[in-house]
T-cell receptor, first 116, second 118 residues
Framework: DADVTQTPRNRITKTGKRIMLECSQTKGHDRMYWYRQDPGLGLQLIYYSFDVKDINKGEISDGYSVSRQAQAKFSLSLESAIPNQTALYFC???????????????FGDGTRLSIL | AQKVTQAQTEISVVEKEDVTLDCVYETRDTTYYLFWYKQPPSGELVFLIRRNSFDEQNEISGRYSWNFQKSTSSFNFTITASQVVDSAVYFCALSEPDSGGSNYKLTFGKGTLLTVNP
């Protein structure tokens, strides 16, 4: 079983719809992240959460919101989807207890989102 | 200015050739971390290596090797005797403290698409 699970894996929807992407992890990590990947642009950080009560904006948070329902769950919402939000979305986790030993971020397999 | 620059957008080689993927980074911090990730056509991100700023020893793992040069702010990745299965997008990433100094965030380069032809 994957340590970081994203659902759905693929989604096609229409402009203006509300969409929620979900991420759950079994690694017991406090820190969770949402990234967006566009072709030729690498990964950009949307939001990150260092614990259930700590939510922070990343580089490109406009048009997105998040919810950290529990240590293991971190959801990303698009309140009113627009076509330029079509991208591959990744959830990731990291463990701060190991950041001096540099535990790398662990990524889910991605959600491919298409907005028509 | 980009914090992580992967100047090679695409590289194409023939199987068994050696290939080097370049990564140049920019940071003012003395403590930072560098990563390489592989993204095969299936889309998932695969962790390859991490290196902290105090360890400039080069590393070899099978056909993969990494050359960390603080003097030139580079962390290059070489695949020896490339294989078709090495075809993927490769990302270099920099982890450095945020403005508060207590948390680290990861910044990715734009990636290099490597195609290994049979």
């Amino acid at each position: 079983d994957a340590d970081v699970t994203q659902t759905p894996r693929n989604r096609i929807t229409k402009t203006g719809k509300r969409i929620m992407l979900e991420c759950s992890q079994t690694k017991g990590h406090d820190r969770m992240y949402w990234y967006r990947q566009d072709p030729g642009l690498g990964l950009q950080l949307i939001y990150y959460s260092f614990d259930v009560k700590d939510i922070n904006k990343g580089e490109i948070s406009d048009g997105y919101s998040v919810s950290r329902q529990a240590q293991a769950k971190f959801s990303l919402s698009l309140e009113s989807a627009i076509p330029n939000q079509t991208a591959l979305y990744f959830c990731a986790t990291s463990d701060p207890r190991h950041f001096y030993s540099n535990q790398p971020q662990h990524f889910g397999d991605g959600t491919r989102l298409s907005i028509l | 200015a980009q914090k992580v620059t992967q100047a090679q957008t695409e590289i194409s080689v023939v199987e068994k050739e050696d290939v080097t993927l370049d990564c140049v980074y920019e940071t003012r911090d003395t403590t930072y971390y560098l990563f390489w990730y592989k993204q095969p056509p299936s889309g998932e991100l695969v962790f390859l290596i991490r290196r902290n700023s105090f360890d400039e020893q080069n590393e070899i793992s099978g056909r993969y090797s990494w050359n960390f040069q603080k003097s030139t702010s580079s962390f290059n990745f070489t695949i020896t005797a490339s294989q078709v299965v090495d075809s993927a997008v490769y990302f270099c990433a920099l982890s450095e403290p945020d403005s508060g100094g207590s948390n680290y965030k990861l910044t990715f380069g734009k990636g290099t698409l490597l195609t290994v032809n049979p």
